[in-house]
């Protein structure tokens, strides 16, 4: 499979501070790519040398087989964490320009906006001033003024933050329609959610270091299996079972690993009856109990 990006010993330091440390990635061209870690990880840093904002110290990096994303900006899109619009511009007004910036002529990017904003629910407000949008409207309008151009490779940083359960689903639409129109699509998170549902490919870094990457079953596979429940009840009698390991309970449902050589019968066994137990099962784990395990901190239990 061809890359989009390749990354091949990456270091980045400010000053002291390491924030990338030795890092080589392949992203493969039209997948998801999800970037992950918490707060302060790298991913930011990681994201700004792609876009050849920051220069690596060490290593090369090759974007859409070019050294340097200068030399192929009209075909990228970026979406920056510290995000912002220029409050008295209307909104088609502002995503054309967006267009215009990246080489498109001035009808066409307009014809572009207008449809993107009908498009994506924002039909109502092409005529209104971009200070008369909600946080999550205004997170839309400049996500689409990242696509007016119709990018090969699209980088989100921090897509879904802020945004409330409406605005996460459509965020989530947007994504999966680049995939299916051949993009690729980089977006870094520290919410595991968001990435388990769309994500291809996983790349977990923490404190500068790659930490894993890889397929999305295939990081989860490599975490063993565990119990799911879905239950009624108090919760705190999963935490004092004979053999379990820990647990990571979100008060309805919750995943139980297991010690060594404990048989996930038992457990079942000791539940029935001090439980209403509406689901048992063993599957591989969630995304969140491998990024708890990958960066050494613990469950939120």
């Known amino acids: 499979m061809e890359n989009a990006i390749e990354l091949s010993g990456v270091t980045k330091r400010f000053g002291k501070f390491c924030a990338v440390d030795q890092l080589s990635l392949q992203i493969p061209k039209g997948s998801i790519y999800g970037f992950l870690g918490p707060n302060g990880a790298g991913k930011t840093t990681t994201i700004r040398m792609i876009m ?36 008295k511009m209307k909104t088609l007004d502002i995503i054309a320009y967006f267009g215009q910036l990246k080489g498109l002529p001035r009808k066409e990017s307009r014809l572009k906006a207008k449809e993107l904003l009908e498009r994506y629910g924002l039909g109502d407000w092409v005529y209104k001033k971009t200070e008369t949008l909600s946080k999550g409207m205004g997170q839309k309008v400049q996500v689409l003024g990242t696509l007016v151009h119709e990018p090969e490779l699209v980088i989100l940083d921090e897509p879904f933050s802020g945004l409330d359960p409406v605005n996460v689903e459509l965020m989530r639409q947007i994504i999966l329609d680049m995939k299916r129109d051949g993009k690729t699509v980089i977006f870094s998170t520290h919410v595991m959610e968001q990435a388990e549902q769309i994500c291809d490919f996983i790349f977990l870094i923490n404190k500068g270091k790659k930490v894993l990457d890889g397929t999305l079953s295939e990081v989860r596979k490599s975490a063993g299996k565990g119990i799911h429940i879905d239950y009624d009840g108090d919760g705190n009698l999963l935490h004092t079972l004979p053999g379990v390991q820990r647990v990571n309970d979100a008060g309805k449902t919750a995943e139980i690993f297991l010690e060594e050589g404990t048989n996930p019968q038992e457990i079942l066994a000791q539940l029935v009856g001090k439980l209403e137990i509406r689901r048992f099962d063993l599957s591989e784990p969630s995304l969140h109990e491998v990024f708890i395990r990958a960066v050494g901190g613990e469950s939120h239990e």
Not at 61 to 71: E, M, P, Q, R, T
């Open 52 to 87: 050849s904002i920051f220069h690596p110290d060490e290593g090369r990096i090759k974007v859409l087989g070019y050294d340097d994303a200068a030399s192929v900006k009209d075909r990228l899109g970026y979406l920056p964490e510290e995000k912002g619009l220029y409050k």
